[in-house]
């Protein structure tokens, strides 16, 4: 088991297990095509912290973004200051995958994911761009609750962000299942003579 740093949930299992079943048309299309809630479960992502600083023209804006640490894939997530010892959780789980970039690797995507984010709010009101990342310290944890549906040997989930109280989509549902599959073919492998 590994010991990691998390941000502390807003989400209780008794929560994201009321919001997993939840009376609702998307809730009632889940349970009658993938069957009902079978279980729920912690899953932990980490990130890697970066302070950014955006110079656009005369104007610096400062801000902290975290990009996932396993693949860079997932949005970046947006911190409105560091996070602070009582915002912050130490604990041993096995729900959680490793983080798989390099930093500089990791440096070059948080510069390009602010790029793009500031080229959709308007290309021409950028004047003289300058985007610089500077990674802070040590991996945070963002926890997420896993709600496991289905009927026989089928499986389908849904994440929920424990942290902002909103499900999340295919790119993190993507994630789990690579993970899901890494582990599964690991175990595979130690069964074997």
């Not at 993507?174 to 690991?186: N, R, T």
Request: hydrophobic content about 45%; aromatic content about 8%; charged content about 20%.
């Amino acid at each position: 088991m590994a010991s990691i740093r998390s941000l502390k949930a807003n989400v209780t299992q008794e929560e994201a297990i009321a919001q997993f079943s939840a009376r609702g048309p998307w809730n009632l299309l889940g349970e009658v095509l993938f069957g009902p809630l079978r279980s729920v479960a912690q899953f932990y992502i980490p990130f890697q912290l970066f302070e950014v600083e955006i110079r656009n023209g005369g104007r610096l804006a400062c801000s902290i973004l975290g990009i996932d640490a396993v693949s860079g894939s997932l949005n970046p997530y947006s911190f409105p200051a560091l996070p602070a010892d009582d915002e912050i959780v130490v604990l041993e789980t096995r729900n959680c995958p490793p983080a798989g970039l390099e930093p500089a690797q990791a440096n070059q995507l948080v510069v390009t994911k602010v790029e793009r984010l500031l080229f959709t709010t308007g290309f021409f009101r950028l004047r003289d761009l300058h985007i610089r990342a500077r990674p802070v310290a040590g991996e945070i944890h963002i926890p997420y609750w896993v709600g496991f549906r289905g009927a026989g040997q089928r499986a389908r989930w849904v994440v929920l962000d424990a942290v902002r109280r909103k499900k999340e989509g295919a790119k993190v549902g993507h994630l789990l299942a690579s993970w899901l599959a890494s582990v599964q073919s690991e175990k595979r492998g130690l069964a074997q003579p």
